[in-house]
């Protein structure tokens, strides 16, 4: 049976009609779950009861739960467990512009990137878009605050559950949902070349963020296999194509790897291939996990001076997560 959670507004109009009823009825829907925070169908008191039977016979509005939340200064992470017994996590940031949360897409990850522990453990299944709504809902009542922006960088590679996570993206960004702006809502892929080009193509104001990691294929193809797949030549081919399309400015991500990718000439080579696109880098400090052989740079200031000097916008990720495992994947990493 599917979750009421799975379905985007769209979607709940479609079912509407399907059945011989009102599509406005759609919008009461969504404001009873993501407005008035009321799960149990037989508490929509301005919906008749033969409908609330007919909608409790076709959905269920089950959650998944917060197993172990940890907390940190400024940060928390919270540990869900699943109906199936598997486990995700999500991490809750308070930045002086507001709350964000980054969040799960997938239990596990195919990508195998070698710095990353989510990709230690294999992907065993995606999320349903319940399933990514619901670790906003469970973190905003638990903290009894409102979030201001989402970003999908947690376990899994959102676009290879692309269906799900744009279904999540509609949900939390409609004004009768969520109403989390599409400006504040970021997601983050390692470069699935269609996926990119079909993202697009969507009328979505949502931030896209490409994780490139490494300024040539050699160095790229040595950390993350997905480079075999799409290489990096491809994968800007589909961010230029994205650039021009939405006019929007794309964030590349740099993870800052001790002796891999850290060198001055690497950041040469990493400007001379951004120059003239409408991006900026990010240059994220590495998280250490006890499992990988990976280290934290000591260059990242010399790389950011580098990078600026030759024209490329640079900022350098905000830690939040060392003391309490934040690192994607660390807490779940515990747990199985
Ligand atoms: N699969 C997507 C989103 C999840 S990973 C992607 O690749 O973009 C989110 C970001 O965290 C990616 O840029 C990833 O490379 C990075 N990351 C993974 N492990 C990390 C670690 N231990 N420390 C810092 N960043 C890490």
Redo the contacts with the bound molecule.
């Keep these: 049976m599917k979750n009421l959670m799975d379905l985007n507004i769209l979607e709940l109009e479609d079912y509407l009609l399907s059945i011989g009823e009102k599509k406005y009825k759609a919008i009461q829907i969504f404001e009873w779950l993501y407005i008035h925070k009321v799960y149990n169908i037989d508490e929509f008191t301005n919906i008749k009861k033969e409908l609330r039977d007919k909608l409790k016979s076709d959905f269920n509005t089950e959650f998944i739960s917060i197993k172990r939340k940890e907390e940190g200064s400024y940060v928390s992470k919270y540990l869900f467990s699943l109906k199936d017994s598997n486990f995700i996590e999500a991490v809750l940031m308070e930045h002086d512009y507001g709350l964000s949360v980054c969040i799960s897409s997938q239990v596990g990850?195919n990508?195998g990137?070698k710095?990353?522990?989510?990709g230690r453990l294999k992907k065993i299944r995606n999320l349903s878009t319940h399933e990514m709504v619901e670790q906003i809902l469970l973190i905003e009542e638990d903290i009894k605050k409102k979030i201001n922006s989402v970003v999908i960088?947690?376990i899994?590679?959102?676009f290879d559950n692309y269906d799900n996570v744009i279904n999540f993206i509609k949900i939390i960004n409609n004004p009768k949902g969520l109403a989390i702006g599409a400006r504040h809502i970021t997601v983050?892929?390692?470069g699935l070349v269609p996926k990119i080009d079909e993202f697009s193509n969507l009328d979505l104001q949502v931030n896209l963020?490409f994780?490139l990691?490494a300024p040539n294929d050699a160095i790229r193809n040595s950390i993350m296999p997905v480079n075999k797949v799409y290489n990096i030549s491809q994968v800007m081919g589909a961010i230029k194509r994205y650039i021009s399309k939405t006019n929007r400015r794309v964030t590349i991500?740099y993870?800052m790897l001790n002796m891999v990718n850290d060198s001055v000439d690497n950041a040469k080579e990493l400007a001379n291939l951004l120059k003239g696109l409408n991006v900026y880098v990010n240059l994220?400090p590495?998280?250490e996990?006890s499992n990988l052989e990976f280290h934290k740079s000591k260059r990242i200031k010399e790389f950011k001076d580098t990078l600026m000097k030759m024209g490329i916008n640079t900022t350098v990720r905000k830690e939040f997560g060392d003391s309490i495992s934040a690192?994607?994947g660390q807490l779940r990493s515990k747990e199985v």
């Design positions: 990850c990508m990137c710095f990353c522990e989510s960088m947690g899994g590679e959102p983050s892929t390692c963020a994780s990691h991500e993870v994220i590495y998280n996990t690192a994607c």
